[in-house]
């Protein structure tokens, strides 16, 4: 047992956090912003020719031949700087969707709610998006549809979901204490007031028992441990942002600080897999399946 | 990464499992929780047992993976836990183990290992709890002796006790954290009184203990003197860093009890506890892959009897535990007592009759955000040491 990052691994997530901070950094997000609905195809490109999509397809395929375990770290850094589009969508669809693997070609699918994020940029919809009715969503940067007839999810989907959240959870506790190290109240840092120190805390320990829950569901691949991941990664992500938000006081809910697009995006990721009532009814059924 | 196990690693696992097959029918009965000599001999005796055949030093000398199947295996055989053996075996011990001299690991070990000799914590004092560091027990230089006056309170086993891992003031000049010292007091040295104290659960866990110009050899000192505050944080990561990993087995052993419990009793047709249970599975199914990280987080350091000098995780000695211990005890302690909530739920009016299962456990579940740093503090440690937000007063 060596439940750590390889040197590969590292340098693999290093590797995307590099191009994302050049290709997708803060100037970027808040250009994708002002333009709500649209897609930059030439990141996505930029994204299939560093094998974000065909992270997982074999070698022989034209694929990178990569396992489960890349993948999160890979999505988990794409959660961090809250990179728009559908891309757990699109890398699914890698191997069977022409054009999907080298990000020719951007795919949505009907979620199990029956959304569907980013359906008019589409080029490629799975699922019946038939009687699709748009929302105004809450998320700028992801724009969806509400289908009549919603789908099935594969597991990777919630698994490569709960990667985000755990990236968008890491990012919002760093945004938090990056903050209370410089903001000054009272004479002093507002990161030595207990009050917020503890909000700190907690975002931490949420984030790094949700890390070990992903990254454990990416090794194994099993069904409760992706459950497992999905539910606290759900709750980092969210609690996180809010926390972050909270913790940045009035500049917090203001639309020029990004907080609001890590809790909003959260929002969105929590439906793309069923209700979070689902997994709880499954890891209830789990506890009876097994002998003591 | 990676969580399968070596073959040497699966080996250890088939044989223990069968070691305890055979062992554990032949225990004799369980003391009743208010006998505390029963429970020393029967803890005492679990450990006479482990020790001959060969697991006694697992928590000292095997392979963090080794450990984690071993606490694995023995709690899902449902095989008795270190019990009085807590303070030897998981902090004590593994302290003298990387700050003691080559005679103090040789005079003190052995004794824990062979399951003769029980440990107990004297750290906290009425006026220092939280502060710490604020301890007033005195220690002052006679010859080659230390006469220490004054007293501890909630240490746990005191009753029992052979030895005491005390705080002591041996400087009352210096600052608070300098003039401190680490000394190992034998039990029975004329000057000490031990006066239970009754907890919430109505039993005497832990005592009061009075000490009224206690001889210690200047000898039983570990570190150097007035240094004692650096070895009570190795002591202390040893406490939070790993001591209640085991006890996460045992938490998702009793979940699927309280399932089968309210499948039985009809309470599980209700989804908002269907729910709640299932959620905790998610989270204890977590915590156990949190251990599993830590653990192997710690591997690259040296197991704790053989090695003596600086480890990587945050400049203490080998084998120690980092400050990451604090963010799963935090975590755990209060999982821990949402299980208990939620068995409370399963029984319904039954949970109020301290004869029916978890309903000790749920009271005893309550000290869990308190002792070995109350929840408050480990946030500290956590957004001063890990998050490095500024230290606050
Ligand atoms: C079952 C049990 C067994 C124990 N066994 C032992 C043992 O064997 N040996 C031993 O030495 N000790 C033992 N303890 C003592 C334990 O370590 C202390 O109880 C604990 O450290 C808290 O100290 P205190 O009780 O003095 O509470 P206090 O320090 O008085 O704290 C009271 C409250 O104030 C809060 N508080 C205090 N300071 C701060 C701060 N700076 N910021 C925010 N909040 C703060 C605390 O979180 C708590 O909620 C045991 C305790 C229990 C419950």
């Not at chain 2, 007033?136 to 220490?148: C, K, L, N, P, S």
Request: one cysteine or more.
């Amino acid at each position: 047992m060596r439940f750590q990052l390889t040197e590969d691994q590292r340098a693999l997530r290093d590797g995307v956090r590099e191009l994302l901070a050049r290709r997708f950094g803060r100037a970027a997000l808040r250009a994708a912003v002002e333009e709500p609905g649209r897609l930059d195809r030439a990141l996505w490109r930029e994204l299939g020719a560093a094998g974000f999509f065909a992270l997982r397809l074999p070698e022989a395929r034209g694929g990178v031949g990569l396992g489960l375990p890349e993948a999160v770290l890979a999505f988990e850094e794409a959660g961090r700087t809250l990179l728009p589009g559908p891309l757990v969508a699109t890398h699914l669809a890698a191997g069977e969707v022409p054009g999907a693997a080298t990000g020719e070609a951007v795919v949505a699918d009907v979620g199990a709610c029956g959304l569907v994020e980013w359906l008019a940029e589409a080029d490629v919809v799975r699922g019946d998006a038939a009687g699709a009715v748009p929302l105004r969503s809450v998320d700028p940067l992801t724009p969806l549809h509400q289908v009549p007839v919603a789908r099935g999810v594969d597991p990777v989907a919630v698994l490569l979901t709960a990667a985000e959240q755990l990236g968008s959870a890491a990012r919002a506790c760093e945004l938090a204490v990056q903050h209370a190290r410089g903001r000054e109240q009272f004479g002093q840092p507002i990161g030595g007031f207990q009050a917020v120190k503890h909000l700190c805390a907690e975002m931490l320990v949420r984030t790094e028992t949700a890390r070990a829950a992903v990254y454990a569901a990416a090794v194994t691949a099993d069904a409760a441990d992706i459950d497992t991941a999905r539910l606290l990664a759900d709750e980092a992500a969210v609690r996180g942002a809010r926390d972050c938000l909270q913790v940045h006081g009035g500049m917090g809910f203001t639309w020029e600080f990004e907080v609001h697009l890590h809790l909003k995006r959260a929002w969105v990721r929590t439906h793309r897999a069923g209700d979070a009532t689902e997994s709880e009814e499954r890891m209830a059924a789990e506890l009876l399946a097994q002998p003591i | 990464m990676d969580l399968a196990h070596t073959p040497e690693e699966e080996e250890f696992r088939t044989r223990l499992r069968e070691w305890l097959g055979q062992v554990l029918p032949t225990l004799p009965p369980k003391p009743s929780p208010d006998d505390w000599p029963g429970r020393r001999a029967y803890d005492l005796g679990w450990q006479r047992r482990l020790y001959d055949a060969g697991y006694a030093d697992v928590h000292w000398d095997a392979s963090p993976a080794v450990r984690l199947i071993f606490l694995e295996e023995t709690e899902k055989a449902g095989a008795p836990y270190v019990g009085a053996g807590f303070v030897g075996l998981l902090h004590a011990g593994p302290t003298i183990a990387a700050e003691g001299t080559a005679e103090q690991r040789a005079r003190w070990l052995p004794p824990i290992l062979r399951g003769e000799e029980v440990w107990c914590q004297g750290f906290s004092e009425p006026d220092a709890g939280s502060d710490l560091a604020a301890l007033r027990t005195r220690a002052r230089r006679d010859g080659d002796d230390y006469v220490v006056s004054g007293s501890k309170i909630w240490t746990s086993h005191a009753e029992v006790a052979d030895w005491c891992e005390l705080l002591v003031r041996t400087d009352p000049e210096a600052p608070k954290h300098r003039g401190i010292s680490w000394l190992a007091m034998p039990m029975d040295a004329p000057g000490i009184t031990v006066r239970p104290l009754k907890t919430l659960a109505g039993s005497a866990e832990f005592a009061e203990v009075f000490l009224d110009e206690v001889r210690v050899p200047v000898a039983n000192r570990v570190g150097d003197e007035n240094d004692g505050w650096r070895v009570t944080m190795v002591t202390l990561s040893f406490e939070r860093g790993t001591a209640f990993v085991g006890e996460v087995v045992a938490c998702r052993r009793v979940l699927r009890e309280l399932a089968g419990e309210a499948h039985k009793n009809g309470r599980w047709d209700d989804p908002v506890l269907r729910r709640r249970l299932g959620r905790l599975n998610a989270e204890f199914r977590a915590l156990w892959r949190l251990t599993q990280w830590n653990v192997s987080e710690a591997m690259g350091v040296p197991p704790v009897g053989r090695s003596r000098g600086r480890g990587r995780t945050g400049g203490v000695p080998g084998g120690v535990p980092g400050v990451g211990g604090s963010v799963f005890k935090l975590r755990y302690s209060h999982a821990r007592q949402e299980l208990y909530d939620a068995a409370a739920d399963v029984l319904g009016p039954q949970a109020l009759d301290l004869d029916r299962p978890w309903v000790l456990d749920r009271l005893s579940s309550l000290s869990y955000t308190i002792a070995a740093g109350t929840s408050q503090i480990q946030r500290n440690i956590v957004a001063e040491r890990i998050l490095g937000l500024p230290k606050g007063r």
